[in-house]
């Protein structure tokens, strides 16, 4: 069973973007066919929260190969996408932010829907706990307002 939506995805307005695909590089290191993230609606310091998405084209790197004639994201590319927006939330929450936040791990991750060519994947996200060595965000994804991904990602400063 899916738990409550962190924020009802029918009230986000993503045509106002708080950060677009410049702003992302200015703090994640991904790039080319690595860059999962189209924009960020809205990061919230105080709340520790985020809104980003990934709009998905018919020339994502994968499309080829992942069920060919019906393709659909790969659990662990949403995964990737959904764990870019953590780091790029956790190093804007952080006093001190690091160059970087690495992937740490994933708990709880549960894919509930289909993420195909043509959807935009919602991600929104809320830190649970901040630490110096590490922070626990739990995340949803969404397309329109179906859930279709959730799971809690682990962010560690390198």
Known sequence: MPKPPIMDPATIDTSRVQYDIEGIRRFNKQRHEMEQLTAIVSVDREKRTIVAYKDLTDHEFWIRGHIPGRPLMPGVVMCEAVAQAASFLIAQC????????????????????????????????QIESMRRAYAVMQAQAFVGTRMVFEGVIIGVPM
């Open 94 to 125: 952080m006093e001190d932010p690091p160059d970087f936040v690495g992937y740490g791990g994933m708990d709880q991750v549960r894919f509930r829907g289909e993420v195909k060519p043509g959807d935009r994947f919602l991600i929104v996200g």
